[in-house]
C-alpha cells in the first residue's frame, strides 16, 4: 500500500537555527498538510496545501512558519528559528479530495 | 482547547471480547468524524469515519456510532484481537457542506487500548 514518508525520523537542533522537514506524499495526491502534536498533547493542525498555495493554516503556523512543495514529490515544512517551544513530532499527510487524510511516521524534532 | 475529548485515557481488554472506545465533543459545528490508530513510532493510521448524516457506520471488525444529540461517538472493535493493541485516536471536522473542509481535524488525546491474549 502507498505511504506516506519522512525525513529524517528524528531532527535535533539548536534554538534560533532553521530546520527543514521533509515529506513525500502519497503520488495521487493533491492535498497536502502538516500536523504536530507536542509531547503529552493533541495532534493539532498546522497548515493545508492544495495547489501550490496554502488552503488553510491554524494560529500556530505564524510566519516563523513556511511550506513549499520544491518538485513533483517533496512537500516540505521550514521553520525559521526555532525556539525550545517547537519540539513536538510533525506529521505530514496528504489525500485524494474529500477522503481521509494518510499519515507519515512523523518527524521528531528537538530544539535544544 | 477541549473540543474533541476522550476521557479514558487507557482500556484494556481481552481477546476476543468488545472493545469499546468513546469520544465526546463539544462543537456542534463537526458534521465529520473520524477514528485513527496509532502504533509506537509510527503515524496515525485511518480507520473508519461517520457523517452526522449516519447514525452507525461498519466496517468488518470495527463500527463507529453517532449519538448526535449527545454529541458523542464510540468505537466498537468485536472481537479485539491483540494486534489491535495501539492508541485510538477521535477526531472531528467540519465537512465541505457545512463551509469547513474534511481534512482540518480536530483530534481527542486518545485512548490507548490494550488487548490481552
Known amino acids: 500500500e502507498p505511504e506516506v514518508t519522512q525525513t529524517p525520523s528524528h531532527q535535533v537542533t539548536q534554538m534560533g537555527q532553521e530546520v527543514i522537514l521533509r515529506c513525500v506524499p502519497i503520488?495521487?495526491?493533491?492535498?497536502f498538510y502538516w500536523y504536530r502534536q507536542i509531547l503529552g498533547q493533541k495532534v493539532e493542525f498546522l497548515v493545508s496545501?492544495?495547489?501550490?498555495?496554502?488552503?488553510?493554516k491554524s494560529e500556530i503556523f505564524d510566519d516563523q512558519f513556511s511550506v513549499e512543495r520544491p518538485d513533483g514529490s517533496n512537500f516540505t515544512l521550514k521553520i525559521r528559528s526555532t525556539k525550545l517551544e517547537d519540539s513536538a513530532m510533525y506529521f505530514c499527510?496528504?489525500?485524494?479530495?474529500?477522503?481521509?487524510?494518510?499519515f507519515g511516521n512523523g518527524t521528531r524534532l528537538t530544539v535544544t | 482547547d477541549q473540543q474533541v475529548k476522550q476521557n479514558s485515557p487507557s482500556l484494556s481488554v481481552q481477546e476476543g471480547r468488545i472493545s469499546i472506545l468513546n469520544c465526546d465533543y463539544t462543537?456542534?459545528?463537526?458534521?465529520?468524524f473520524l477514528w485513527y490508530k496509532k502504533y509506537p513510532a509510527e503515524g496515525p493510521t485511518f480507520l473508519i469515519s461517520?457523517?452526522?448524516?449516519?447514525d452507525k457506520n461498519e466496517d468488518g471488525r470495527f463500527t463507529v456510532f453517532l449519538n448526535k444529540s449527545a454529541k458523542h461517538l464510540s468505537l466498537h472493535i468485536v472481537p479485539s484481537q491483540p494486534g489491535d493493541s495501539a492508541v485510538y485516536f477521535c477526531?472531528?471536522?467540519?465537512?465541505?457542506?457545512?463551509?469547513?473542509?474534511?481534512?482540518?481535524?480536530?483530534f481527542g488525546k486518545g485512548t490507548l487500548l490494550t488487548v490481552n491474549p
Open positions: 499527510a496528504s489525500s485524494e479530495k474529500f477522503s481521509p487524510l494518510h
Open positions: 503520488s495521487n495526491h493533491l492535498y
Open positions: 496545501f492544495y495547489n501550490n498555495e496554502i488552503s488553510e
Open positions: 462543537n456542534s459545528m463537526f458534521d465529520y
Open positions: 461517520i457523517s452526522s448524516i449516519k
Open positions: 477526531a472531528a471536522s467540519r465537512s465541505i457542506n457545512s463551509g469547513g473542509s474534511n481534512y482540518k481535524l480536530t
